[in-house]
């Protein structure tokens, strides 16, 4: 083509009578495109401009010489084909070529004469370009996996004489020769090993000529990767955590597509998937180890959370303090006292005994699980109130129990006067330490008297009083019972005698006087 336009070209020179001074034309290929129009420049010396008489321009494709357009004083001639596709400029004899088809391409010559009749003479060679379009990106993969895919992309486009040139986003694309690399030609751009960042660009193609240039459409590619970056968490954080509480495990994971998150609880997968696990009002047999695996299945890459480890523990309630049903005697009773709770485990439990710790002794011994204590035997000083308090990692509770110790009477005792005068009164008091209060009896001199309250008393005391008041203390719910003896002395009834024998009659004195000797006898005696 290009040596038959030279010979052609060489022709056609000749036709027009080349050679004598320079080109008119610059030196080619010049070059329009298809549809557009394109403009012939002369190059002339200042002096020529508008002196021209005629200009003429002709065209050779191939197939010989044709008249393009004619300008000369009588007027200008277009050639068949060329009307209202040509301007010249008949100054200066420069051709504008307008609707450039394939036709076009070829040689072009024109020759000028002036008003002196010199002859002005060029010649070029016309390319028509196919306009640049349909620029378009296609890749080698539709999903491709992160490290592991090489993404061959290849840009073409329609037009001739194209060079491309790779945008990534708005930056010209920069290849380092391994991972990034461009064919020679530049129309094969390979990504090795692909990254997720790599080809979100967008990536663009330009496909261009020396007149015209075209873009792609923006290209992206999703680069599946991951799981990666997997954590989990769980709230609230407590490695203890209380029965029926509630617990919420999230996880999450860098993944394209998002991962699935599967739960795994001691090694096996429950039936929950997704980025938490509710745990509502969490039974003790959920305790145990927690994970979540992460997996993708594009990139059919899985990863695993650390484990959370967390123990149910559920609150102790309901404790109560089991005692012995009946009366405890001091020194003979065995008391047991056991501590239950009805839900929860203790891990530890306390005995108190009116609010201070509980001392241990020979006979107050605590089990060794210390869930119940045996006082053995029971002495009064073991009544009082007796706590238990259970606790446990989550929670305390506690219970208590009251304990009587039924004992006496002790130290039985009698106050009272031990000697009183005639028509004077008597209180005789009993006391006694006993639980339950003593019941009292007074015999005197030995016989009973029908007395059962702890005071016996007399209001006027009378010679025959005197004597043993025996007080007998008894307690019903021990069995036990004390006696005790106090004396009375009734006195002052002789003393009384003498005054009033004194002023009787003296023969009645001697008479009364030996009356009186024998009772003085009689009280002595007493
Ligand atoms: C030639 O094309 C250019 C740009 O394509 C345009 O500006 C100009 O008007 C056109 N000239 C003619 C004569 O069609
Ligand atoms: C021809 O070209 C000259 C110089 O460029 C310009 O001044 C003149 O107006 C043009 N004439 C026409 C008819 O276009
Ligand atoms: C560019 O080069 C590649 C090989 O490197 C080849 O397959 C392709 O056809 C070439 N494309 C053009 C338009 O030259
Ligand atoms: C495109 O640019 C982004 C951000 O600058 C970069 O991470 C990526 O690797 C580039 N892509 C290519 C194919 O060079
Ligand atoms: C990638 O291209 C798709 C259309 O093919 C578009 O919907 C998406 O927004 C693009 N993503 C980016 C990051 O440009
Ligand atoms: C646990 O969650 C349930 C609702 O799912 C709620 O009714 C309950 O009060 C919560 N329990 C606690 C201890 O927060
Ligand atoms: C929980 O994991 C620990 C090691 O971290 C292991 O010793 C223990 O046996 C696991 N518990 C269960 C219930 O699987
Ligand atoms: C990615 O490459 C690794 C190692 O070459 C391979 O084991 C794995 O199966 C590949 N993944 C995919 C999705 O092809
Ligand atoms: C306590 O008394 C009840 C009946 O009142 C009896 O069933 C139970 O066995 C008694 N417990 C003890 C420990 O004696
Ligand atoms: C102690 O208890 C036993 C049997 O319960 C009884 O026979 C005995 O009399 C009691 N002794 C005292 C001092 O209460
Ligand atoms: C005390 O009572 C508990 C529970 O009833 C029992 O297990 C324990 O053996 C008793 N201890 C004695 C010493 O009787
Ligand atoms: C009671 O006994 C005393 C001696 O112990 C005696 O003197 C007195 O007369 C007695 N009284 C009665 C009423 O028996």
Same mark, same amino acid.
Not at 66 to 72: E, F, G, I, L, R
Not at 125 to 143: D, G, H, K, M, Q
Not at 226 to 232: D, L, R, Y
Not at 470 to 476: D, F, M, P, R, V
């Given at each position: 083509?290009d040596?038959?336009?030279?010979?052609s070209?060489?022709i056609?020179?000749?036709?027009?009578?080349c050679?004598n001074?320079?080109?008119?034309l610059p +030196?080619?290929? @010049?070059?329009?495109?298809?549809?557009?129009?394109?403009?012939?420049?002369?190059?002339i010396i200042?002096?020529?401009?508008?002196?021209?008489?005629?200009v003429?321009?002709?065209?050779?494709?191939?197939?010989?010489?044709v008249?393009v357009?004619?300008?000369?004083?009588k007027?200008?001639?277009?050639?068949?084909?060329?009307?209202?596709?040509?301007?010249?400029?008949?100054?200066t004899?420069?051709?504008?070529?307008?609707?450039l088809?394939?036709?076009?391409?070829g040689?072009?010559?024109?020759?000028?004469?002036?008003?002196a009749?010199?002859?002005?003479?060029?010649a070029?060679?016309?390319?028509?370009?196919e306009?640049v379009?349909?620029v378009?990106?296609?890749s080698?993969?539709?999903? #491709?996996?992160?490290?592991?895919?090489?993404?061959?992309?290849?840009?073409?486009?329609k037009?001739?004489?194209?060079?491309? $040139?790779?945008?990534?986003?708005?930056?010209?694309?920069?290849?380092?020769?391994?991972h990034?690399?461009?064919?020679?030609?530049?129309?094969?751009?390979?990504?090795?090993?692909?990254?997720?960042?790599?080809?979100v660009?967008?990536?663009?193609?330009?496909?261009?000529?020396?007149l015209?240039?075209d873009?792609?459409?923006p290209?992206?590619l999703?680069?599946?990767?991951g799981p990666?970056?997997?954590?989990?968490?769980v709230?609230?954080?407590?490695?203890?955590?209380?029965?029926?509480?509630?617990?919420?495990?999230?996880?999450?994971?860098?993944s394209?597509p998002?991962a699935?998150?599967?739960?795994?609880?001691?090694?096996?997968?429950?039936?929950?998937?997704?980025?938490? @696990?509710?745990?509502?009002?969490?039974?003790?047999?959920?305790s145990?180890?927690y994970?979540?695996m992460?997996?993708?299945?594009?990139t059919?890459?899985?990863?695993?959370s650390?484990?959370?480890?967390?123990?149910?523990?559920?609150?102790?309630?309901?404790?109560?303090?089991?005692?012995?049903?009946?009366?405890?005697?001091a020194?003979?009773?065995?008391?047991?006292?056991s501590?239950?709770?009805?839900?929860?485990?203790?891990?530890?439990?306390?005995?108190?005994?009116?609010?201070?710790?509980?001392?241990?002794?020979?006979?107050?011994?605590?089990?060794?699980?210390?869930s119940s204590?045996?006082?053995?035997p029971?002495?009064?000083?073991?009544s009082?109130?007796?706590?238990?308090?259970?606790?446990n990692?989550?929670?305390?509770?506690?219970?208590?129990?009251?304990?009587v110790?039924?004992?006496?009477p002790?130290?039985?005792s009698?106050?009272g006067?031990?000697?009183?005068?005639?028509?004077?009164?008597?209180?005789? $008091?009993?006391?006694?330490?006993?639980?339950?209060?003593?019941?009292?009896?007074?015999?005197?001199?030995?016989?009973?008297?029908?007395?059962?309250?702890?005071?016996?008393?007399?209001?006027?005391?009378?010679a025959?009083?005197?004597?043993?008041?025996?007080?007998?203390?008894?307690? +019903?719910?021990?069995?036990?019972?004390?006696?005790?003896?106090?004396k009375?002395?009734?006195?002052?009834?002789?003393?009384?005698a #003498?005054?009033?024998?004194n002023?009787?009659?003296?023969?009645?004195?001697?008479?009364?006087r030996?009356?009186?000797?024998?009772?003085?006898?009689?009280?002595?005696?007493?």
């Amino acid at each position: 083509m290009d040596l038959f336009h030279l010979r052609s070209l060489v022709i056609l020179l000749s036709a027009v009578g080349c050679c004598n001074g320079q080109s008119v034309l610059p +030196a080619g290929p @010049l070059e329009g495109v298809q549809g557009k129009n394109v403009t012939f420049k002369t190059i002339i010396i200042p002096t020529d401009v508008g002196n021209f008489i005629t200009v003429s321009w002709n065209f050779n494709g191939g197939s010989g010489l044709v008249p393009v357009v004619t300008s000369a004083p009588k007027g200008e001639t277009v050639g068949a084909g060329y009307a209202g596709r040509v301007s010249l400029n008949s100054s200066t004899g420069v051709l504008n070529l307008a609707s450039l088809t394939a036709k076009d391409v070829g040689d072009y010559a024109v020759t000028m004469v002036t008003s002196a009749a010199v002859q002005r003479t060029g010649a070029t060679l016309l390319r028509v370009l196919e306009p640049v379009s349909a620029v378009t990106i296609t890749s080698n993969l539709n999903e #491709v996996v992160e490290f592991n895919s090489t993404v061959v992309l290849t840009c073409s486009a329609k037009g001739s004489f194209l060079t491309y $040139k790779w945008l990534n986003g708005t930056t010209p694309l920069v290849t380092d020769g391994k991972h990034v690399t461009l064919s020679a030609n530049s129309t094969v751009l390979t990504v090795a090993g692909v990254f997720r960042k790599d080809l979100v660009g967008p990536i663009y193609c330009t496909a261009f000529n020396n007149l015209e240039s075209d873009n792609s459409a923006p290209f992206n590619l999703t680069v599946t990767y991951g799981p990666e970056n997997i954590a989990m968490t769980v709230t609230p954080t407590a490695e203890i955590q209380k029965k029926g509480s509630n617990i919420t495990l999230t996880c999450s994971a860098q993944s394209s597509p998002a991962a699935v998150l599967q739960w795994i609880h001691n090694g096996v997968p429950l039936s929950v998937v997704g980025p938490k @696990l509710v745990l509502d009002n969490v039974a003790v047999a959920q305790s145990g180890n927690y994970s979540c695996m992460a997996s993708n299945a594009k990139t059919l890459r899985y990863l695993e959370s650390t484990t959370a480890k967390f123990t149910v523990v559920e609150a102790i309630s309901g404790a109560k303090i089991t005692g012995p049903n009946g009366t405890l005697v001091a020194g003979n009773s065995t008391a047991n006292l056991s501590c239950q709770a009805t839900t929860g485990t203790a891990d530890a439990r306390v005995w108190l005994k009116n609010g201070a710790a509980l001392s241990p002794s020979n006979r107050v011994v605590v089990s060794a699980d210390k869930s119940s204590i045996t006082i053995k035997p029971v002495q009064k000083e073991d009544s009082g109130e007796y706590q238990c308090k259970l606790t446990n990692a989550v929670s305390t509770d506690s219970a208590s129990l009251k304990i009587v110790i039924s004992f006496g009477p002790e130290t039985v005792s009698v106050k009272g006067v031990n000697s009183v005068k005639v028509t004077e009164p008597v209180m005789l $008091k009993c006391a006694a330490v006993s639980l339950p209060a003593a019941t009292y009896t007074w015999k005197f001199n030995g016989t009973l008297t029908g007395v059962m309250t702890a005071e016996y008393g007399i209001d006027a005391a009378v010679a025959t009083n005197s004597g043993i008041y025996t007080c007998e203390a008894s307690n +019903a719910v021990t069995g036990l019972s004390t006696s005790v003896n106090h004396k009375l002395s009734v006195k002052g009834l002789i003393v009384e005698a #003498v005054v009033v024998l004194n002023h009787l009659a003296p023969w009645l004195l001697g008479c009364l006087r030996t009356l009186t000797v024998i009772r003085i006898f009689y009280l002595q005696i007493m």
